[in-house]
């Protein structure tokens, strides 16, 4: 329990940003602080922290140390705590990772809502449209549009991700609608450049329960999807995106849905989670929380 103890208090270093405001909230002098920070040192055989006379930052190792050991301090607590208080008790600090996009358009606006209801729990939340380690990143919890690899993460959809063919009206009137995937030869697609390479072969369901596969090429392309939707209603060229991504564009008539008779394979929104014995409280509200206001009827498809 001396290690734990001195593993919480490392933690408590690197939350608050120094010795001397962590020995205050545990209630301890500086200097058994700072003995006991020396102990873990000593005990681990590494260098935990990076001592200068203005800042104090965490080695390699005090990173790697706080990624792994903050869950593992977590969970010793839920259970010593009693696992009924743990089961229902909704505070401490959540750590969220979203998409940039989705999570601007759709997660930001029921952040104030979620925190209303859970006066004692903060929210740490990164935009970031790279699939980031959750374990290694300190993340509690990450919120993936579209298929899911096999992680080992533990996931739950909290909607369905329809996509849909588009172009502006313009474009269509200069070029032609495109009726089924073979036609998409002669036009001008706008692709996706993502961590997966270059997606310039698009998929689209046969009616029938098989796949067409049709390559597509364009003259632009893209790793972010908000230049592709913009280059889309500029008339560029036609577009696969996510039905939440241009509902407000289809709405408005700026784009049109291309080829409805030959469907895109629907993928998933989900919340990924590390494997854990015991999903914190503020996780399981969390993803609760999203799962009530995103799933059955989802604000992009009223």
């Known amino acids: 329990m001396d290690r734990v103890g001195d593993l919480s208090l490392f933690l408590r270093v690197l939350d608050l940003g120094s010795i001397s405001a962590a020995a205050r909230s545990l209630d301890l002098s500086v200097a058994v602080a700072s003995q006991r920070l020396k102990r873990l040192e000593r005990d681990l ?16 190792e005090g990173a790697a140390l706080a990624a792994q050991g903050r869950v593992l301090v977590e969970d010793l607590e839920a259970l010593t705590g009693g696992l009924r208080q743990a089961a229902t008790e909704v505070a401490g600090t959540l750590r969220v990772t979203l998409p940039a996009s989705f999570g601007r358009q759709y997660i930001s606006p029921l ?23 959750l374990v290694g990143s300190g993340f509690d919890l990450g919120i993936r549009v579209g298929a899911l690899g096999d992680s080992g993460l533990v996931s739950r959809q909290l909607a369905v991700n329809r996509r849909v063919l588009c172009a502006s009206p313009d474009y269509l009137r200069r070029r032609g609608t495109p009726y089924a995937p073979a036609e998409l030869a002669g036009h001008d697609c706008l692709l996706l450049v993502g961590s997966q390479g270059r997606q310039d072969v698009w998929r689209f369901g046969d009616g029938s329960g098989g796949e ?68 914190p409280p503020r996780v399981r509200a969390f993803v609760d929380f999203l799962a009530g206001r995103l799933g059955e009827h989802p604000p992009w498809e009223q």
Request: no cysteine.
């Open 45 to 60: 055989g590494v260098r935990l922290l990076h001592r200068t006379t203005r800042q104090l930052h965490a080695t390699p």
């Open 111 to 133: 952040l104030p809502e979620f925190l209303a209801l859970h006066p004692r729990l903060k929210l740490s939340v990164n935009l970031d449209d790279q699939m980031l380690d």
């Open 212 to 279: 067409i596969a049709q390559r597509v090429e364009g003259r632009f392309e893209s790793n972010q999807g908000e230049l592709l939707r913009d280059a889309a209603v500029a008339g560029l060229g036609i577009a696969v995106h996510s039905v939440w991504h241009v509902h407000e564009e289809l709405r408005a008539g700026r784009l049109r849905v291309v080829m409805p008779d030959y469907p895109l394979a629907t993928t998933g929104i989900h919340a990924v989670m590390p494997q854990r014995r015991l999903v």
